[in-house]
T-cell receptor, first 116, second 114 residues
Framework: AQSVAQPEDQVNVAEGNPLTVKCTYS??????LFWYVQYPNRGLQFLLK??????LVKGSYGFEAEFNKSQTSFHLKKPSALVSDSALYFC??????????????FGKGTKLSVIP | NAGVTQTPKFQVLKTGQSMTLQCAQD?????MSWYRQDPGMGLRLIHY???????DQGEVPNGYNVSRSTTEDFPLRLLSAAPSQTSVYFC?????????????FGPGTRLTVL
């Protein structure tokens, strides 16, 4: 079975400071990893994904994430936070080699608050 | 492209009533799915479909039915609504040709069961 853990329910960061939202995963095979963002009363929007290749992936709005296979982590980062980055962030995983390879499993979400 | 559309945006039901949440996509995506979002629990997969005529259960399928008669539409039916089904429901779609393709989400339906 595949699973995702987002250990922090909430992350607070000052505007202009770097931000990190943590994610660890568990799969039996090879993972595809995703980050989505949800603004209030909206659907989820895709930010970035790791499929294969370079462990550092870049996505929308200046976000990036680093895949670390040994630590089974895929932390989301941004060098300088904006107030407009305040939202709910979800990490998700798909095990591409397992029986449930169609299914995307989400973490519980991390609420990011950027303080002016 | 309109992307993934959902109707209605809001719905209030009484316990025992039935209803259908509509989902449509105009991107010719083979894979479609339904999730429910509850506070502190993230998104949980209810049902999914890999093509017309093919559906399967996800993590929390009880109390819900789906069908996929066309590529575009994937309705979710609540047969006898219960207060535990109060939630926000999201429909999503993606292609299956490349397993790494991201999912596109609809705007959601906020359902309250009294």
């Amino acid at each position: 079975a595949q699973s995702v853990a987002q250990p922090e329910d909430q992350v607070n960061v000052a505007e202009g400071n770097p931000l990190t939202v943590k994610c660890t995963y568990s799969v039996s095979g090879n993972p595809y990893l995703f980050w989505y963002v949800q603004y209030p009363n909206r659907g989820l929007q895709f930010l970035l994904k790791y499929i294969t290749g370079d462990n550092l992936v870049k996505g929308s709005y200046g976000f990036e994430a680093e895949f670390n296979k040994s630590q089974t982590s895929f932390h989301l980062k941004k060098p300088s936070a904006l107030v407009s980055d305040s939202a709910l962030y979800f990490c998700a995983v798909r095990d591409i080699t397992g029986a449930g390879s169609y299914q995307l499993t989400f973490g519980k979400g991390t609420k990011l608050s950027v303080i002016p | 492209n309109a992307g993934v559309t959902q109707t209605p945006k809001f719905q209030v039901l009484k316990t025992g009533q039935s209803m259908t949440l509509q989902c449509a996509q105009d991107m010719n995506h083979e894979y479609m799915s339904w999730y429910r979002q509850d506070p502190g629990m993230g998104l949980r997969l209810i049902h999914y479909s890999v093509g017309a005529g093919i559906t399967d259960q996800g993590e929390v399928p009880n109390g819900y039915n789906v069908s996929r008669s066309t590529t575009e539409d994937f309705p979710l039916r609540l047969l006898s609504a219960a207060p535990s089904q109060t939630s926000v429901y999201f429909c999503a779609s993606r292609t299956t040709g490349t397993a790494g393709n991201e999912q596109f989400f609809g705007p959601g339906t906020r359902l309250t069961v009294l």
